[in-house]
């Protein structure tokens, strides 16, 4: 008798969602991990998002919070606002998918970034693209072609390893039952085949999420950026689909503006 591809979904959550009971982690069956992964990755993200959120920074000892807002276009543009507790421009950063620049309003100084993939490179080491990002910010997988290398599955949830190009791994829990990507952590490997980072360069950790038109998006998210010594909390209040996209994503210098280079300004502030 041929099993419906529902009952078969159900089925598979069904058997990645009971604890474990015994002595250790149980291997998931590549398969089930497989169609866990797909079923992520295939989650039907909006071509425009804007949310609005709280953040805290804490670098070096120091910290701080404020408010911003975020708009997004898929795969690889953004814009982000970064305001003072008066609600006046502080920070603004744009990419287009090819650069990213950022101006300062308080310092009147353009951090310019012509490449957005070496600018990724001070931030994470060159394991991740911008559209990496912004998945991992709306709550997805990044690397989209990285196939599971390994899968663990504990009372938390189904810890999967993805081998990304250049000995790139993603070590992410996430809750297979309801699809949602909890915790990202992004690294090196010491050899092609070693499912172990020896060198940690970015964490994603998402202990909340909102439902918003019946999908789910994080509501608080922590980023930690370990080569920079960043901490970032963020609280997102509202995620809202955008029906026309706005044409934010270019940023020029602004006249009388200084400028900077923002690939050296992020490597002096390692």
């Known amino acids: 008798m041929q099993i419906t591809r529902s009952l078969r979904r159900v089925v598979l959550g069904l058997v990645l969602a009971v604890p474990m009971v015994g002595c250790g982690p149980k291997k998931i ?28 920074v804490e670098s070096n000892g120091q910290s701080g919070s404020t408010k911003g807002a975020i708009i997004t276009h898929v795969p690889d543009q953004f814009r982000l606002e970064i305001l003072t507790p008066l609600g006046t421009p502080m920070l603004s950063v744009a ?19 012509d490449d957005a993939l070496a600018v990724l490179s001070e931030l994470t ?22 196939p599971v290398l390994e899968t663990t599955a504990r009372e938390e949830g189904v810890w999967l390893v993805l081998a990304g190009p250049s000995d790139v791994r993603v070590r992410a829990l996430v809750s297979p039952k309801k699809r949602l990507v909890r915790r990202v952590e992004i690294g090196r490997a010491a050899t092609a ?50 029906g026309q996209i706005p044409a934010v994503f270019e940023m020029p210098v602004p006249p009388g503006a200084n ?11 390692a």
């Not at 497989?34 to 609005?52: F, G, M, N, T, Y």
């Not at 970015?202 to 509501?219: C, K, N, Q, T, W």
């Not at 400028?259 to 502030?269: G, N, P």
């Open 193 to 242: 085949e070693s499912a172990e980072m020896v060198d940690l360069v970015a964490v994603f950790d998402v202990s909340d999420h909102m439902r918003i038109d019946g999908a789910l998006y994080p509501e608080e998210m922590t980023i930690d950026i370990p080569p920079l010594g960043w901490t970032l909390e963020l609280t997102f209040h509202t995620w809202d689909e955008l």
């Open 29 to 56: 069956p590549a398969a089930a991990a497989d169609q866990v992964v797909h079923e992520i990755r295939s989650r039907k993200l909006p071509r425009a998002l804007q949310a609005r959120f709280q953040i805290r």
């Open 259 to 269: 400028v900077a280079d923002l690939e050296q300004t992020l490597r002096k502030a």
């Open 125 to 146: 080491g060159g394991a991740v693209t911008m559209s990496d990002v912004l998945q991992l910010l709306t709550g997805g997988l990044p690397l989209p072609d990285a």
């Open 95 to 113: 990419s287009n998918g090819t650069a990213v620049h950022a101006w300062s309003q308080q310092l009147n100084t353009f951090f310019r970034g």
